[in-house]
């Protein structure tokens, strides 16, 4: 049994996520305790309790402590099986993190898979449709992986009700390099909206552009039906050769659309600065395959507390290390053993 103190490193849900795939995949059972620990709220909200609730059953295993507020459980799993599930997380629950639960075990299953998961699409604090889409998922295709995804209907917090679409045949995952990310082929600034003021993205686009100086072109507003709303979210978007980053500014209330805009840009313009493959978030979602993978490496800015508590609860799992390595000219070279 491994002992997991959910307050370590940096304390939030993700070490539970990344114990339930790890544990359904390797079958050792964990015992986890202080969940969520350093966050505001400890113990499991609904997107948490929904992906432990996922991984349970995916995986026939069994749980102890499964409730809302539990700041403590014991998971035992049991055989991974393919097939159709549904999961709804309720409200803006994120369907993102969910499936960053289930994907890496579902990819181990005996056959293949289709989810159907609805909650929040596009929800502060992880990672929306978009991102998974066209940053993540391409990687996992070049580690040999089959992943289709459709976004049914967005999802905004608070009111939530996405829909998105996920089909899965399992795979062996080989080992990459993701060290280059080659030249800038595009770039894009959407501002999404939906049941709000047509003038919120457009002040969104107005503080945007000075700070990242693309073209005229790339910047654009996308309406949603007003029934998908109230929501809003700036997303922007660099595509190179070998991979992409998007970084999204979410719209709250007491946030000035500049501020938000401003934040979003000055995030997008010190990625396109370095010279790295993989964002702060994206590297915190490739560790896992990685590891799975046996070994790989990418290069990527200043490593997040969330990447470094990630390699510490994939090396209880499998024995694998990760090496985070600062290179002379900037950004780190990330390895798996």
Not at 23 to 32: D, E, H, K, V, Y
Not at 308 to 317: G, N, P, V, Y
Request: with cysteine; hydrophobic share 45%; aromatic share 6%.
């Amino acid at each position: 049994m491994i002992i997991i103190d959910g307050s370590e490193g940096e304390g939030g849900g993700q070490i539970l996520r990344n114990a339930c795939a790890l544990s359904l995949i390797t079958g050792q059972p964990f015992r986890i305790t202080n969940i969520r620990g350093k966050r505001e709220k400890p113990g499991l909200m609904r997107q948490h309790l929904m992906a432990v609730t996922a991984a349970c059953t995916i995986g026939n295993a069994s749980c102890d402590g499964l409730e809302l507020g539990s700041t403590a459980i014991e998971f035992r799993p049991g055989a991974i099986r393919g097939g159709d599930y549904r999961f709804a997380v309720g409200s803006a629950g994120s369907t993102g993190l969910v499936l960053q639960t289930v994907l890496m075990p579902l990819l181990a299953a005996d056959a293949p898979s289709r989810l159907v998961l609805e909650g929040g699409t596009h929800n502060m604090a992880a990672p929306p449709f978009d991102f998974i889409e066209r940053c993540f998922l391409p990687v996992l295709a070049r580690m040999g992986a089959t992943v289709g995804v459709r976004l049914v209907r967005h999802g905004f917090y608070p009111r939530g009700g996405g829909v998105v679409e996920v089909e899965i045949v399992p795979a062996r995952l080989r080992a990459v390099a993701c060290v280059d990310r080659g030249a800038l082929v595009a770039v894009s600034a959407t501002a999404l909206f939906a049941g709000l003021p047509h003038g919120i993205a457009e002040r969104e686009l107005r503080a945007a552009r000075p700070l990242l100086d693309w073209p005229e072109a790339a910047f654009g507003v996308r309406q949603l039906p007003e029934e998908q709303g109230p929501g809003n979210a700036l997303m922007l978007e660099a595509r190179f050769e070998h991979g992409a980053e998007i970084v999204t500014g979410f719209g709250k209330l007491g946030l000035s659309a500049e501020s938000l805009a401003k934040t979003a840009a000055q995030r997008m313009a010190g990625y396109l600065r370095a010279d790295a493959f993989a964002g702060p978030y994206l590297a915190d979602q490739l560790l896992l395959p990685f590891a799975l993978a046996g070994e790989g490496a990418f290069t990527t800015v200043k490593p997040s507390q969330h990447s470094l508590t990630a390699a510490d609860i994939i090396a209880r799992f499998t024995g694998r290390r990760t090496v985070f390595a600062y290179r002379a000219g900037g950004g780190v070279l990330v390895e798996v053993r």
